[in-house]
C-alpha cells in the first residue's frame, strides 16, 4: 500500500476534517430551521403529499433526513484516512461507530426492505458486535430471498455464495472469501456507486470486516490480509465504541443521540417516519 498514492487520492476529497464537517452541518441546520418556518421549503418530501408527516417532526429530525451522503461518507473517508496513514485503528473503529449511526438514522425515513441498507448493516454497521444467532440466520435469508435473481457482479455473487453457505453451515468457505477481498477494490458499488464520496473506501476492506467476524463465529477463515487480522483483534480487545468527534452548535444534540440515546431516539423517530 503506497502512502504517498493515499495521500494524493485524500486531496480530492470533498471534506479533509472533522471541523468543517461540523461546520457545514451547523449551516444545514439552521437553513432546515428557516425552511421550517417557510413551509418547509426546499427540504426532502416539500412538494409532495407528505407535508403534514414533515409537521410532525421536530427540527433535529428534519435536519437528520436532509443530511448530504457527502457529510456522512466524509466521516468514513477522514477515518479511513487515519488509518492508512497513522495506522489509527482508534479513530478508525470510531468513525465506523459515528458513520453507521448517522447513516442509519438518515435513512430511517426510508421505509421497507432495501438493499443498500441490508448491505451496511450485515457488512460494517452492528454486525461488527454481532450475537444473536437468529438475527444472523435472518439477514442471511433475507438477501437469498431478496436478492438471489437480481446479482450479476462477481463480488455480489461471491457475497451471496458465502452468505448461502454460512447459512447452512458449511466450512469451505476460506477460498470464496478471500475471493472476496481480491474483488473488493473493484466492486463497482463501492467506488462509483453509493459511496464514491468515500473515495478511500477501496484502500481498504472494511466492508467485509463484519462478514469475517460474522463467519469466524463458527469456523476459523484463513486469511494473509494482514490488515484484517490485526482489526479484528483490535476490535476483540474494544468493544465499546464512541463518537470519533465532538459535535458542536447547534448540532451538540448529535453526541446524545448517536451514542447512549440512539436506541431511544432511533425508535420514536421512527414511529413518524412514513414517507418512503
Known sequence: MKIDEIKKKF???????????????????????KSKRHNFKNLLYSNT???DLLKKLKPEELFLMNIHDKFI??????????????GDYEILFNGIYTYTHLRSLNRLHINGFKFNSFIEHLIINENIFIK??????YIVKKFT????????????IELMTILQKTMMEEKDIDNNF???????????WLNKGWYRECILIKFLPIFLVGIY???????????????????????????EGKLVYNFTGKIEFLNRILNKDYNEFSKEYKSKCHFA
Open 11 to 33: 486531496l480530492e476529497s470533498n471534506y479533509k476534517n472533522f471541523d468543517t464537517i461540523n461546520k457545514e452541518l451547523n449551516e444545514l441546520f439552521d437553513n432546515v430551521e
Open 49 to 51: 403529499k407528505k407535508l
Open 73 to 86: 461518507l466524509s466521516i468514513l473517508n477522514i477515518s479511513i484516512y487515519n488509518a492508512l496513514v497513522n
Open 132 to 137: 444473536d444467532d437468529d438475527w444472523k440466520k
Open 145 to 156: 430471498e431478496n436478492f438471489g435473481e437480481q446479482i450479476e457482479g462477481k463480488f455480489d
Open 178 to 188: 478471500n475471493e472476496l477481498l481480491k474483488l473488493y477494490p473493484k466492486c463497482q
Open 213 to 239: 467476524k460474522l463467519i469466524n463465529q463458527e469456523i476459523e477463515i484463513k486469511t494473509n490480509n494482514q490488515w484484517l487480522i490485526e482489526f479484528i483483534k483490535y476490535l476483540k480487545e474494544n468493544r
